[in-house]
């Protein structure tokens, strides 16, 4: 990619952190104030979702038995979509907030090749509080959240897994188990830092 005079190349800020620790929360949040573009794997995911839907008898939306299977093949669709569409606005030379549990090996090898400055967020939350928030969205009927509710109360959602991989410019932590109202102020100083 050919850079201006004074074009530093885009900034691209990916969040990931376990389901219920409020990485969707922190992503929006971070994209609204630094006014760019949100990318998450879930909404690409309920795109497809609803590509490929029906009506039901009810009147409302019937999506196919892959839409409810957490990390099933819609899910894994979803992920190539998602980084594809990042390599491409990356490419381009647009700054974005781009938000997975995990961040892939895939979107960082993506976002690399773009020559794209790279800031992780890891969003993290204490285990009660996590537990809770998955135990309320399950309550509200989802069968996916009921899935990760499950999953978690298992013990099969290892903090870990959910870590940013090496290779980023940057990675900030966030802790949202005190608030509802992320603390963006540290994801925001990293960023300036990647573009001076």
């Known amino acids: 990619m050919t ?3 004074g074009e530093v190349g885009p900034v691209v800020v990916a969040v990931c952190g376990s389901p219920g620790a409020g990485k969707t929360t922190v992503a929006r949040a971070t994209a609204r104030h630094l006014g760019v573009l949100f990318l998450t794997r879930d909404e690409i995911k309920r795109g497809l979702g609803l590509s490929a839907a029906s009506a039901a008898e009810d009147g409302g939306v019937e999506f196919g038995p892959d839409f409810h299977v957490a990390g099933g093949p819609l899910s894994r669709r ?3 979509v998602m980084v594809n ?4 606005l990356a490419s381009s030379g647009v700054s974005l907030v781009v938000e997975s549990s995990v961040l892939s090996s895939e979107l960082l090898d993506a976002l690399r090749a773009s020559d794209a400055r790279m800031l992780a967020v890891h969003v ?10 998955l135990r309320a969205r399950a309550a ?3 069968a996916v959240d009921r899935q990760l509710s499950a999953q978690f109360q ?3 959602m290892k903090p870990s897994i959910f870590a940013p991989p090496a290779g980023f410019d940057g990675v900030v932590e ?3 188990s005190d608030s509802a109202d992320p603390d963006i102020k540290p994801i925001e100083a990293a960023a300036v830092s990647l573009i001076r």
């Open 85 to 88: 569409a990042a390599r491409l």
């Open 174 to 176: 966030v802790d949202t």
């Open 78 to 80: 979803a992920e190539d």
């Open 124 to 133: 993290v939350a204490r285990e009660s509080v996590i537990g809770e928030r």
């Open 154 to 156: 298992r013990g099969e």
């Open 3 to 5: 850079r201006h005079r």
């Open 140 to 142: 509200e009927g989802g």
